[in-house]
């Protein structure tokens, strides 16, 4: 099982981002999967999650109705779109999966990680 991020970068406040994470090793609608993010001295946060569609999802209160993730059967994908940022979104972004299927935001519910892609928002 392989997980990896791309698509972070440095973007101004209010401004969008999207997350990709490439997937190997299993089929991505087959497990759940999430999203993290770590900033400098803080704990691993989870962000959103899935689990196969849009009715099977978790997310974190500090992004709801401005981050939406989503799964691409046909490029074994999935993804984050970030829109209205702000600096309080600077960090560390990890893409994690799991074949117990439990869209979750608590990282003991994932076995496999990525190695992580950084996203910076310049107020």
């Known amino acids: 099982v392989q997980l990896v991020e791309s698509g972070g970068g440095f973007v101004q406040a209010g401004g969008s981002l999207r997350l990709s994470c490439a997937v190997s090793?299993?089929?991505?609608?087959?497990?759940?999967v999430a999203w993290f993010r770590q900033a400098p001295n803080k704990a691993r946060e989870g962000v959103a999650a899935?689990?196969?569609?849009?009715?099977?999802?978790f997310y974190a209160d500090s992004v709801k109705g401005r981050f939406t993730i989503s799964i691409d059967l046909s490029k074994n994908m999935a993804y984050l779109q970030m829109s209205s940022l702000t600096s309080k979104d600077t960090a560390v972004y990890f893409c994690?999966?799991?074949?117990?299927?439990?869209?979750?935001?608590?990282?003991?519910?994932?076995?496999?990680w990525g190695q992580g892609t950084q996203v910076t928002v310049s107020s």
């Open positions: 994690a999966a799991d074949p117990r299927r439990v869209p979750s935001g608590n990282a003991i519910w994932y076995d496999h």
């Open positions: 899935i689990w196969r569609s849009d009715d099977m999802t």
């Open positions: 090793g299993f089929t991505v609608d087959d497990y759940a």
